[in-house]
């Protein structure tokens, strides 16, 4: 059972649902598919492989969120100054438009994975709101249905 790092959480309800983590130790942008048959988020979840410039612009991304989060939780920013409003950080707007558009153009790996996601340890003493490092163990389910 191989575990892979988890390089970006961008959103987690229920669970982790997108990102970016490695597959065999190559990055991936990640997002769990919603199964509306059940009318739930299970931890399925289709895979893109991302080169080297997805991966230098997400993670500038990721470091302005990450640099305002911890203002944020020291009481030196408020919601209101979220990166993720837009309007806020120009830079970071321009890098979610421009992964927004490679995502939509980049193809998913034939199978859809099963993830299980665990947190790194040392994290115990984190606020339970703070993002947290993590790692992923992914499993091939079978082939997608368009």
Not at 35 to 42: G, I
Not at 58 to 78: F, H, T, V
Not at 100 to 127: T, W
């Amino acid at each position: 059972m191989r575990r892979d790092a988890v390089h970006i959480v961008w959103d987690c309800w229920d669970g982790v649902r997108t990102g970016i983590a490695d597959l065999n130790g190559s990055p991936h942008y990640f997002a769990s598919q919603f199964d509306h048959e059940a009318d739930e988020w299970p931890d399925n979840f289709k895979l893109i492989p991302v080169g080297p410039e997805f991966m230098r612009r997400a993670k500038r991304n990721w470091s302005i969120y990450r640099a305002w989060e911890r203002k944020y939780r020291a009481g030196e920013a408020d919601l209101k100054s979220h990166p993720g409003h837009g309007g806020v950080d120009a830079e970071h707007d321009e890098l979610n438009a421009w992964l927004d558009e490679q995502i939509a153009q980049l193809l998913a790996l034939p199978s859809l994975y099963r993830a299980e996601f665990r947190r790194m340890p040392g994290q115990e003493d984190l606020a339970a709101s703070l993002v947290r490092e993590w790692e992923v163990v992914w499993s091939p389910l079978s082939a997608q249905a368009d």
